[in-house]
T-cell receptor
Framework: NAGVTQTPKFRILKIGQSMTLQCTQDMNHNYMYWYRQDPGMGLKLIYYSVGAGITDKGEVPNGYNVSRSTTEDFPLRLELAAPSQTSVYFC?????????????FGSGTRLTVV | AQTVTQSQPEMSVQEAETVTLSCTYDTSESDYYLFWYKQPPSRQMILVIRQEAYKQQNATENRFSVNFQKAAKSFSLKISDSQLGDAAMYFCAYRSESGANSKLTFGKGITLSVRP
């Protein structure tokens, strides 16, 4: 049981480059989330999805895009990388509303934009 | 919108002693969950303990327990018999149960160090 798998674990991008952070889960969870973690700021929600074909913005969506074509996968796309996007990114999943469990998190991706 | 506040950025505890990490939150809802997550240097987010707002009894998981004060909107974490492996960043988090798509709102976190 792999849980939530994120790739890559580390990445250095140049300003203006694009990349996709991959996230996949094998628990048949309906809900998936992308957070970014900045020092001293906690985790901020970027985008989330409540099922295949459905996505919605979180607190800090600017500069990012997502898609949810399958239940398992929820990739996060950075189109034009900026230094402000230097952060640690976490993908997480949850079975759904009114479920007492917290999230299952991936191990994170550390992204540096130079 | 809900907010979660962790006002202490850092704390330190002697091994085998007890430490309490503070958390307050702001909400107008009556139905919600509260969580404490641990993030060691490995970066992995680990669920430590959860509390349902409708339960008056404080949650306990081995050496970890909470003091949930619903009227005061306070949710502190007590770690008893602290161990070196408890050194990590700890996040308090809130989740609404009223159609908010299970989104978690996190505090800024507190870094706990354990002195041998």
């Amino acid at each position: 049981n792999a849980g939530v798998t994120q790739t890559p674990k580390f990445r250095i991008l140049k300003i203006g480059q694009s990349m996709t952070l991959q996230c996949t889960q094998d628990m048949n969870h309906n809900y998936m989330y992308w957070y970014r973690q900045d020092p001293g700021m906690g985790l901020k929600l970027i985008y989330y999805s409540v099922g295949a074909g459905i996505t919605d913005k979180g607190e800090v969506p600017n500069g990012y895009n997502v898609s949810r074509s399958t239940t398992e996968d929820f990739p996060l796309r950075l189109e034009l990388a900026a230094p402000s996007q230097t952060s640690v990114y976490f993908c997480a999943s949850n079975l759904g509303d009114r479920v007492r469990n917290g999230y299952t998190f991936g191990s994170g991706t550390r992204l540096t934009v130079v | 919108a809900q907010t979660v506040t962790q006002s202490q950025p850092e704390m330190s505890v002697q091994e085998a002693e007890t430490v309490t990490l503070s958390c307050t939150y702001d909400t107008s809802e009556s139905d919600y969950y509260l969580f404490w997550y641990k993030q060691p240097p490995s970066r992995q987010m680990i669920l430590v303990i959860r509390q349902e707002a409708y339960k008056q009894q404080n949650a306990t998981e081995n050496r970890f327990s909470v003091n949930f004060q619903k009227a005061a909107k306070s949710f502190s974490l007590k770690i008893s018999d602290s161990q070196l492996g408890d050194a990590a960043m700890y996040f308090c988090a809130y989740r609404s149960e009223s159609g908010a798509n299970s989104k978690l709102t996190f505090g800024k976190g507190i870094t706990l160090s354990v002195r041998p």
